[in-house]
């Protein structure tokens, strides 16, 4: 179907949550199921899955490649990440420091590629009321700027913003510092 969607002309073709559903570690067991060519590996289930996932993103890749679309969108938001992650103690109240840090581990691993993607990462625009007091703040145009212009500090120019509610923050410079 993507190379269908590229045909027609479509530029961007977005694979969305390429992974096994979330849980699925504790139920891998318990599930009837065929893991085709990994099932003999000699890997635990866990690391197949990443291969099978690693594996259709590859091959996608090459498949797509005659249509020049190539880019990749990780979702990086900072209510996303654990105490600790970047030196970060608590990441949705730190979201400069979140998005730098995963960037610069980012741009580590793509441009050992050779032909590395487009990074066009998404950004949080909704506040994470669920992390709990003391671990999240409301999320408005101070934060969204904070995070967009830790991607230009970090030579990403594209991102895509989230909010489940559709309702993203207005009045937010995206302008390059």
Do not use: C
């Not at 291969?51 to 797509?64: H, I």
Request: charged share 25%; aromatic share 14%.
């Amino acid at each position: 179907m993507a190379k269908q969607a590229a045909k027609l002309g479509f530029k961007e073709i977005q694979f969305d949550y390429v992974r096994f559903p979330e849980g699925f570690e504790h139920r891998a067991d318990t599930l009837n199921y065929t893991r085709g060519d990994y099932e003999n590996n000699g890997k635990d289930g866990v690391q197949q899955r990443v291969d099978a996932v690693t594996d259709f993103v590859g091959y996608a890749r090459e498949e797509l490649k005659p249509y020049d679309v190539d880019i990749i969108s990780s979702m990086i938001y900072p209510s996303h990440w654990g105490e600790g992650y970047f030196g970060v103690e608590k990441p949705d109240l730190n979201p400069y420091q979140v998005v730098s840090g995963y960037m610069k581990v980012e741009n580590e691993v793509l441009n050992q590629l050779e032909d590395p993607p487009t990074s066009r990462p998404w950004l949080q625009d909704f506040t994470a009321s669920y992390l709990g007091s003391g671990n999240y703040k409301p999320y408005g145009t101070a934060e969204i700027e904070a995070q967009v212009q830790a991607l230009y500090d970090n030579g990403v120019e594209e991102f895509l913003l989230w909010d489940a509610s559709n309702r993203y923050t207005r009045g937010v410079d995206y302008s390059k510092e």
